[in-house]
């Protein structure tokens, strides 16, 4: 499944995400800090939605309320959400 994503309260534009089975194949943020954000993306590659979730969810940047990752842990949950029907699983 392909999912974009219009962040908020961030310097990144948009967020697009691949996940197969529950699974992170791909990110790729538009904008923001590109040595970080090509970092996240790396370290998040082949992880589970939720292991992804519950370390990226409280991450602020700055004084922000929020960031990127955190950002990104945002659209997770709500891709989570539209699977819960089926029971999103941590394997």
Known sequence: MKIEYTPKGVCCKKIKI???NNI???TDFSGGCSGNLSAISQLVKGMHVN??????ENIKCGTKETS????????????????EPQK????
């Open 51 to 56: 292991d992804v979730i519950n370390k990226l």
């Open 18 to 20: 691949e996940i197969e």
């Open 88 to 91: 999103v699983t941590n394997k």
């Open 68 to 83: 990127c990752p955190a950002q990104l842990a945002i659209c997770l949950m709500e891709y989570a959400k539209q699977k």
């Open 24 to 26: 992170i194949n791909s």
